[in-house]
Every structure is written in structure tokens, then in C-alpha cells.
């Protein structure tokens, strides 16, 4: 008689809204190793090993971001991957107080619904011939299969909304966006099975400053509002150091530092540009007397107020209430959009 392995599924309920120290682990994994075969030869023999992630151990708590910093190729995709098991690893995985490495295909389902990734390449990770809709619906009719159309189309309309994304374009295919909407799909994607535990792998690195600031508010909201556990990948320290609360360093697939991401930033130029920063702090204290009192510094802001309104640019609220939402996709502009005339 064949042995049926139960799964076990987390009482949402009872595991929401506790955070800190004390939070439960969602996420462990110890001395992780993802080994890929070098082949060599006619018969195809292994010579030796790419150690893309090699003895990597790490805990992830309820409603914190886990920063992923590294240089290119350092094994951060790797352990993303491996983390959720959709690539093979060796070492235990430990998510939501169950073991999940060895587990067959079937039963690794009810534990997919609780972890999604946003892929690294936001166009490679969308189907070209499916329209929006049906891309951020996919999971659902295979997670959820008891909801009905109607109710799929709302959960659709919801993911969207929350993503900045106005629900009309669940009609449209991939190709008639930008690469910050596709990203926008992509994350709708995997928050609209209501995930525990969701890995950015450079969310980020496509889009310009304006779209990264913006990009990194969304998901800090969007972790605010579904009570979501990040682990976010990046190459820019400064990025992740704005969003996560615990930061690891990877190099050659081994973590080579990690700490609390809180003076993460200050730390890493200082120790890459120790006289630039000396620079910065005695310029600081030699600042002239008027830009350190208040009156001053008010003397100034009404300067660059009028500077600005010469240059013909509105503040930045101003423009954000004028202007209407770009097509309805995106939020209002931050940063004064209006054509500068020359003063
Ligand atoms: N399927 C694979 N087969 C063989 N080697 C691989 C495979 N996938 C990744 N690697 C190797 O593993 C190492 C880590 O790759 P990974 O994609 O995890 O790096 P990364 O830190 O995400 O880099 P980037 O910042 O450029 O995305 C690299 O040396 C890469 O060549
Ligand atoms: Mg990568």
C-alpha cells in the first residue's frame, strides 16, 4: 500500500502580524550547496564543479526583508532558486516549520502557492502569447482551482490595482509595456496567490533611478499591506540597503559578511572611499554659519524655490496632483516633469 506523505499548511491566520526578533523563521536553510557538473570529453565526464552556492545558511523571520548582495556570478540567482527548490541543492530547507528538500514534485504543491519569485529578466519571464489577465490568473486556476471566473477576475483586478497598474491592461499582451509594467505583471503575479515568503531577484536593475525609488516604495506597501517575507537580490547595496532590515554578502557562492542592513551603506563607503567620506564630514563642520541656523537654511529654501519657478518647474506635489496618472498605469510623477526653459 503506498505511503501518502501529508503536507502540512500554515494557519495563516495565527502566523500574521507577528514580527521582530521573535518572529517565526519562515525561511531556513543550512550549509546549502548548489554544485554544478563541469563536463569535459567525448563521454561527457565531470572534471569538476561550479560551486554556485557553497555551504550558504541562513534565516529568513516573518514580515522581514532578507537583503541578497553580491557581484555578478557570486551565486544569488543560485540560492534564490535553490531556496524554493526549482533547482536541485543539497543541505536542509526548512520552510514554515516543514522540511521541504527531497520532496516529490507532487508534494511540493501545496507549498507553492506560500513562495513566488520575480525573475531577474521581467520580459523572459512573461508569455508572450498570454494577455495580462491570464498571466497573473495562471496561478490561481492552479493553486485555487474552486474559485470561479468572477472571483479570479477580482483577485486579477485587486493584484493589479495594488501594483499600480490600471485593471484595463489584464487585456493587453506583454509586449505593449515598458520594462517597469512588465515588472509591475511580474510582481502581480506572484502576489496574487496571497504568498508568505517571495524572492525579488533584481527587481530593479532595468529601471532607471525614478522607477527604482518607486519601484522599492511599492514593495515596501505591498509588504505593509499583504504581510509578505522578502528576500531581495541585488547587485546595488544602496537599493537593498533601502528595503531590507538583514543583509548577507555572497562571494563565490560562500556568504562572506552579514549583519543588519541599518549603516550598511555608510560602512561600505567608508571602508571603499575612507578619504572621500573625511572629505564629506570635515566640509560638513566648515559649512558656513548662516547654512547651519534655521534662518538660514529657510533664507535658502526660498531661494531654490524661486530658482525653480524661473526654471518653470512646479513643486514637486504640485505636478504630481496636475498631471494625470501616465495612460492610468503608473502613479502620479514624484520629480517635475515640465520642459525646462534656459534662464
Ligand atoms: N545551470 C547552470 N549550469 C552551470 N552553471 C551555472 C548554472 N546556473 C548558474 N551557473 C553558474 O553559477 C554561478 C552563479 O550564477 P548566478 O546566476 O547565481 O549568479 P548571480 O549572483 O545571480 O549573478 P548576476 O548578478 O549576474 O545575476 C555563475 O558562475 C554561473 O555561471
Ligand atoms: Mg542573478
Redesign the pocket.
Known sequence: MPIRVRCWRPNRSRTRRRRGPNAPVVMSADNLKVW?PIKRGLLRSTVGH?K?VDGVSLAVRKGETLGVV?E????????GLALLRLISSDGPIVFLGSSIQGLRFKDMLPFRRDMQIVF?DPFGALSPRMSVGDIVAEGLSVHQTSLSYEERDTRVVKALRDVGLDPETRFRYPHEFSGGQRQRISIARAVVLEPNFVVLD?PTSALDMLFQAQMVDLLRELQRKRDLTYMF?S?DLRVVASLASHLIV?RHGKVVEEGPARGAVQESEERLHPRAVRRRVQSRSSRPAWSRSSRGRAGLATFERRLSARRGRAPAAACAAALPPVAGLLPPCAAPVTKLPAI
Do not use: N
Open positions: 554544478f561550479i554556485a553580491g555578478s556570478g557570486s551565486g544569488k540567482t543560485t540560492l531577474q533584481e537580490i547587485h555572497m
